[in-house]
């Protein structure tokens, strides 16, 4: 589901605790949280996991998440937000590594890479529609916000300023689709049983091919230019996401 093009300082409501300076005890009682949650995400998805579920795996009341969190919904996105600051990190060092990391192709290659090694990356883009389950149709879900907020588009006139994408192609257009596909990765386990559809690894490869010969102009891109693009993105991003919640970014940089 991630795609590189999101915002990953996407706008959270932040709630009680989220946001402010915590104290120790604090940080450790959220860590649990959402270490809890995560585990029950994975293994039940959205619609399957209560707030009394991630208590009792926790350890901790029902009561004490609502210290940190209004709802479950914000909980999510939270834990949503976070792990996809720190797979962007994984994501970006296979970038920089990769001498065509800055192409249309080298970004979904290299997201394929470093989803290889996030477990909840993993769950989100190869389950049957289970992990989203009703979030995705919430009138204000992270991904509508995306949506409206243009923030695609905004990197295809990025990415074609610099050359790494045809620029006699229409921005609002091209970002469309993109979001058509992106919206497709998530939500097609919804109508197709997972038996049916081919891995997710050679989905994202084939779609890397397919973008590459769609977008990239004939003399191949400036890799170099296009990773420029995405440092900006991503340190912008960063930043944003790192003020919005209080956290020290060293703390993103690990899996």
Same mark, same amino acid.
């Given at each position: 589901?991630?795609?590189? !093009?999101? !915002? ?101 290659? !290299? ?145």
């Amino acid at each position: 589901m991630f795609d590189p !093009n999101y !915002n990953i300082g996407q706008t959270v409501k932040l709630s009680n605790i989220i946001g402010e300076k915590m104290n120790d005890k604090q940080k450790l009682r959220q860590t649990a949280i959402l270490s809890a949650a995560k585990i029950l995400f994975i293994k039940f998805g959205y619609d399957k996991t209560s707030v009394a579920d991630i208590a009792k795996q926790a350890g901790i009341s029902k009561g004490a998440i609502y210290l940190h969190f209004n709802s479950k919904d914000e909980l999510f996105e939270t834990l949503l937000t976070t792990q996809m600051a720190k797979f962007s990190y994984v994501w970006m060092a296979y970038v920089e590594a990769d001498p065509k990391g800055g192409t249309m192709a080298g970004i979904y290659i !290299n997201m394929l890479h470093a989803m290889h090694k996030d477990s909840f990356i993993t769950a989100m883009m190869s389950q049957d529609g289970q992990f989203f389950g009703s979030y995705l149709y919430k009138p204000n879900s992270l991904f509508k916000q995306q949506y409206q907020q243009n923030t695609r588009q905004e990197f295809v006139k990025m990415m074609q300023q610099v050359g790494c994408v045809r620029k006699e192609l229409d921005p609002f257009t091209t970002a469309h689709i993109m979001n058509i596909i992106s919206h497709g990765l998530v939500s097609i386990g919804q109508v197709m049983d997972k038996a049916a559809a081919p891995p997710i690894e050679d989905t994202i490869a084939t779609l890397a091919d397919i973008m590459d010969r769609a977008l990239t102009p004939d003399d191949g891109g400036n890799s170099e230019a296009g990773k420029q693009v995405l440092r900006q993105i991503f340190k912008s991003s960063i930043d944003d996401f790192t003020n919005k919640y209080g956290i020290d970014p060293n703390d993103l940089k690990t899996t």
